[in-house]
């Protein structure tokens, strides 16, 4: 079945950066765009922006432009979002979520979360 | 980008219908048939209820249902359960100016 399975929880300090996976199975990796979403502690949900992993083309939320990298290796059906310049409200759960059909901006299935605690 | 607009909470009795509002604006829900509903239930990851305003993936009961007129989209759950009680977020396409979406703040659901 189709299914995506993230890596496990991460501490890191102020100012680190932290690189989160995501291992895609049950489908073409290629042929869907990966999203990244994030929930801090008790809050909502907070898009951080998309990889195609066709072609690493990628599109990140304006809040998050020259501070997120995401990449992908299809050799192993993985997505990756790193975070850099970690600040203690950067504490929260990460998701990865595919975009079942291109454009139409809805996921499924989701990622079963990475949850990256900042503190010093 | 705001957030779209959700009450932070809603409740209703077993059997009861209740609905989830989602309130944005012309340039994301008003725009586009493209709104999205999750459940989240607590320490899980959210799971999709509804796409492309009023779509029900296979596996969700038809209890489940999607709405939208003008700015506003709307979740109704008819028949509550027990097991409906969870946290709700509706989702939209944001429009050409990110190609991303945004997600409303969520509205508790509580089965009395």
């Known amino acids: 079945q189709v299914q995506l399975v993230q890596s496990g929880a991460e501490v890191k300090k102020p100012g680190a950066s932290v690189k989160v996976s995501c291992k895609a199975s049950?489908?073409?990796?290629?042929?869907?765009?990966m999203h990244w979403v994030r929930q801090a502690p008790g809050q909502g949900l907070e898009w951080m922006g998309w990889?195609?992993?066709?072609?690493?083309?990628?599109n990140y939320a304006q809040k998050f432009q020259g501070w997120v990298t995401m990449t992908r290796d299809t050799s192993i059906s993985t997505a990756y979002m790193e975070l850099s310049r970690l600040r203690s409200d950067d504490t929260a759960v990460y998701y990865c979520?595919?975009?079942?059909?291109?454009?139409?901006?809805?996921?499924?299935?989701w990622g079963q979360g990475t949850l990256v605690t900042v503190s010093s | 980008q705001s957030a779209l607009t959700q009450p932070a909470s809603v409740s209703g009795s077993p059997g009861q219908s209740i609905t989830i509002s989602c309130t944005g604006t012309?340039?994301?829900?008003?725009?586009?048939?493209?709104v999205s509903w999750y459940q989240q239930h607590p320490g899980k990851a959210p799971k999709l209820m509804i796409y492309?305003?009023?779509k029900r993936p296979s596996g969700v009961s038809n209890r489940f249902s999607g709405s939208k007129s003008g700015n506003t989209a709307s979740l109704t759950i008819s028949g509550l359960q027990a097991e409906d009680e969870a946290d709700y977020y509706c989702?939209?396409?944001?429009?050409?100016?990110?190609?991303?979406?945004?997600f409303g703040g969520g509205t508790k659901l509580t089965v009395l």
């Open positions: 990889i195609n992993p066709n072609s690493g083309g990628t």
């Open positions: 979520a595919r975009e079942r059909i291109r454009g139409r901006n809805w996921f499924d299935p």
């Open positions: 049950g489908y073409t990796f290629t042929g869907y765009y």
């Open positions: 989702c939209s396409y944001a429009g050409s100016s990110t190609l991303g979406v945004v």
């Open positions: 012309s340039s994301d829900v008003g725009s586009y048939n493209l």
């Open positions: 492309e305003g009023s």
